[in-house]
């Protein structure tokens, strides 16, 4: 994403020379494609591991590993507490896991999978990053289409319509 915003960067440059005092005031991360770039990795490209699509420091992990379902399901259940005593949610149902992968950065780890619950075909993409076994950030997005699994909450409850499956 940097590197296109320095090709665009250059384009403007293109077609008017005077624009350059302006775009070099701005910060800006990247290169521009129209450049001679050398190998890099995600770190030195500014890519976000989630995002990476290198295959260094990633190991794939089978989803029907019974630790894997485990974790799988304490993130689950984490999630479901904070929505449960709403009333209007139903409790989570795991069907599997799949697409594990851990990465490793150094002294920190992210586990990356997605969870596939029987409530609605719902979909869930997790990010675990700890370390020294100590969690940092636990992330999770539902995939599906939520809006009409969310429909029973009030106004107010808008912020856990991602989360809520309702009863």
């Known amino acids: ?59 794939k992990l089978n989803g029907t590993d019974s630790n894997i379902i485990s974790l799988a399901e304490n993130i689950l259940e984490s999630k479901e507490r904070t929505i449960i005593g709403t009333g209007y949610c139903q409790p989570y149902r795991l069907d599997r896991v799949q697409s594990v992968k851990l990465i490793s950065e150094g002294l920190t780890k992210t586990i990356e999978m997605q969870l596939y619950l029987k409530n609605d075909g719902v979909v869930f993409d997790v990010s675990l990053t700890f370390e020294e076994s100590k969690i940092q950030r636990l992330e999770m997005i539902r995939m599906d289409w939520y809006s009409s699994t969310s429909t029973c909450l009030p106004h107010q409850l808008d912020f856990i319509k991602q989360y809520c499956i309702c009863q």
């Open 1 to 59: 994403m940097f590197d296109i915003n320095q090709m665009l960067r250059d384009i403007l440059l293109f077609g008017s020379p005077s624009a350059e005092q302006d775009l070099r005031s701005l910060e800006g991360h990247g290169s521009s494609l129209f450049s001679i770039l050398k190998d890099r990795d995600c770190s030195q490209a500014e890519i976000e591991s989630r995002f990476c699509a290198c295959t260094n420091n990633v190991i």
